[in-house]
């Protein structure tokens, strides 16, 4: 069963960057689609980005261009590059993870296998 653990949050300002890791136990993780999704205060839970099995990527509308996703199979953990953050991209971010390989989705109904999220905080 593949176990999300993310990292790499933390707090940075305005205009900084920060890269998310998210690490999976699992001896077939590299046949699983993963994705990002974020929850911030006050707001519902949204999509971010993701990648199937094979590497292709979505993102959400409002996420594509500050925000890079990418996979890394030999480690395997997959990354979430985050530039220019904004206040308003403070909160905590998840990693998911669904076996379908051919999945790649920003709905997080789609998903079941959930990391306890990391926290980012932007401020001045």
């Known amino acids: 069963q593949v176990q999300p653990v993310e990292s790499g949050g933390g707090t940075v300002q305005p205009g900084g960057s920060l890269r998310l890791s998210c690490v999976v136990s699992?001896?077939?993780?590299?046949?699983?689609?993963m994705s990002w999704f974020r929850q911030s205060p006050g707001k519902q839970r949204e999509g971010v980005a993701g990648?199937?099995?094979?590497?292709?990527?979505c993102y959400a509308s409002s996420m594509k261009g500050r925000f890079t996703v990418s996979k890394d199979n030999a480690k395997p953990t997959l990354y979430l590059q985050m530039d220019n953050l904004k206040p308003e991209d403070t909160g905590i971010y998840y990693c998911?993870?669904?076996?379908?390989?051919?999945?790649?989705?920003?709905?997080?109904?789609?998903?079941?296998?959930w990391g306890q999220g990391t926290q980012v905080t932007v401020t001045s």
């Open positions: 990648t199937d099995a094979e590497g292709s990527t």
């Open positions: 699992g001896d077939k993780y590299s046949l699983y689609s």
């Open positions: 998911a993870a669904d076996p379908r390989a051919r999945l790649c989705s920003t709905q997080s109904h789609e998903f079941g296998i």
